[in-house]
């Protein structure tokens, strides 16, 4: 058996309302991988927490394709893959949870091959695996990241808020695909949609780097996808609507949802019970968990 490494990454919310499939922020709950690597032997999987009996343990599986990419890249053969998941952050929810399976395979691959891959290779790398930057890029580095495609590679920056808040992920008892949000999106949208959105935008990047958080409540909002994705969340307007009355900054999707999440600066408690409620009052059931910023991204333990 070669040698062993264990990482861990963080979960993420996407998009922050406005800023669809550029901005993330990495939360703190944490998914842990360790890998082992042979030269005999096919793959081996076991998960601990979140997915156990749901993840696939052949090459369909996220983290071994990540895993397969770093040695072709980097020109090893190994056939062992032995995997160990222990996993906090939950599936198909919103909460960043391929983007921290294929991190997480890329970086331990890495590891165990000569770490001959910078950040940025690792960046570009888990973009082309996820689809988009903007949950690989915090997990990567942690804090908040604004991360774009350009020409094939990943752009990205990454800051931390000069003011602390935190964020409350609302967490409804259902699964929901990323590819099954992204099929109820248009292919165009009007001009003023668009120019609603690079607004708000604009406005969340300068909110969340100068500390303005007041002006969270405009800066959330979004006309790109949320509106779209609200027929596949029961409840989602007045799950919202209750975070801003319990005294939330401002709420969004998390991600492709269907987690809702709250940004407050004082009574996270009483923020996250209002949307539970609220939730209920739909039929769905649902936990909440308030998380800060992770500032560190994904590290070897
Ligand atoms: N720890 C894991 N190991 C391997 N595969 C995983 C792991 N976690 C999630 N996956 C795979 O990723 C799929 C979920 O990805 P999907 O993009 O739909 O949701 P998400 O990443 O949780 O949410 P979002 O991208 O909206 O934040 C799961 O169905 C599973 O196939
Ligand atoms: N930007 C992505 C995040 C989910 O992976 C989306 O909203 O589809």
């Known amino acids: 058996m070669a040698n062993a490494v264990k990482i861990r990454v963080p979960g993420t919310t996407a998009n922050c309302g406005p800023g669809f499939d550029a ?4 939360c703190t709950i944490y998914n842990e991988l360790e890998l082992s690597l042979s030269n005999e032997g096919g793959i081996s999987l076991e998960v601990i927490g979140e997915g156990a009996g749901a993840i696939p343990s052949d090459n369909s599986n996220v983290a071994v394709k990540a895993i397969k990419m770093v040695l072709a890249k980097t020109g090893h053969n190994y056939q062992g893959i032995q995997l160990k998941l222990t996993n ?3 599936l198909a929810r919103g909460l960043g949870s391929s983007a921290a399976a294929i991190v997480g395979g890329l970086i331990a691959a890495n590891e165990l091959t000569g770490n001959s891959l910078t950040k940025e290779n690792i960046l570009d790398m888990a973009t082309a695996l996820e689809g988009h930057p903007d949950n690989v890029a915090p997990a990567i580095f942690g804090g908040i990241t604004i991360s774009i495609l350009d020409s094939g590679n990943t752009q990205y920056l ?3 808020p000069p003011s602390g808040f935190s964020m409350v992920v609302v967490i409804p008892a259902f699964n929901l695909s990323t590819k099954a949000a992204r099929k109820v999106l248009p292919d165009s949208v009007p001009f003023s949609d668009a120019a609603f959105n690079v607004g708000r935008t604009a406005l969340l990047v300068g ?5 303005e958080l007041k002006l969270l409540s405009s800066a959330l909002e979004d006309k790109l996808h949320q509106p779209y994705r609200e027929k596949l969340i029961p409840g989602m307007a007045q799950v919202l609507s209750a975070a801003r009355q319990a005294g939330a900054l401002g709420a969004a999707l998390s991600g492709a949802g269907p987690c809702l999440i709250a940004f407050t600066s004082s009574n996270p408690e009483e923020v996250g019970h209002a949307m539970v409620k609220a939730f209920r009052i739909h039929n769905v059931e649902a936990k909440f968990h308030i998380l800060n910023i992770d500032t560190q991204g994904a590290i070897k333990l």
């Open 23 to 26: 901005v993330g922020i990495a």
């Open 88 to 90: 906090n952050i939950p």
């Open 207 to 211: 909110a969340l780097c100068s500390g």
């Open 158 to 160: 990454r800051f931390l």
